[in-house]
Nanobody
Framework: QVQLVESGGRLVQTGGSLRLSCVTS????????MAWFRQAPGKEREFVASHDWRRGRVYSANYAESVKGRFNIYRENFKNTLYLEMNSLKPEDTGVYYCAAKSPDTSTYEHWGQGTQVAVST
């Protein structure tokens, strides 16, 4: 059973920075495509960033247009941990941030964490 546990969310001021973490267990972390999604109040969950790791190196890192240049997704395979470094935070970044994992050859994220709350104040 794959488990994902997010942490690091909190209240921060506009322009501030946060780093979210997602620790995984129960699977082979290095083989998964990992991603962050978020859900703002009253809105649907949306893609934030994804990170693919193949052949011992970063295969691809993708970002939503709204976070490009401000967010950085990376992983430490020896810790089974995915990170999301968030800079220049805006109020519209507020939401619950979810970590997700899938096999590289599938289109659907199969495993999800419970989420961590990020709130950006004006």
């Amino acid at each position: 059973q794959v488990q994902l546990v997010e942490s690091g969310g909190r209240l921060v001021q506009t322009g501030g920075s946060l780093r979210l973490s997602c620790v995984t267990s129960g699977g082979t972390f290095s083989q998964y495509t990992m991603a962050w999604f978020r859900q703002a109040p009253g809105k649907e969950r949306e893609f934030v960033a994804s990170h693919d790791w193949r052949r011992g190196r970063v295969y691809s890192a993708n970002y939503a247009e709204s976070v490009k240049g401000r967010f950085n997704i990376y992983r430490e395979n020896f810790k089974n941990t995915l990170y999301l470094e968030m800079n220049s935070l805006k109020p519209e970044d507020t939401g619950v941030y979810y970590c997700a994992a899938k096999s590289p050859d599938t289109s659907t994220y199969e495993h999800w964490g419970q989420g961590t709350q990020v709130a950006v104040s004006t």
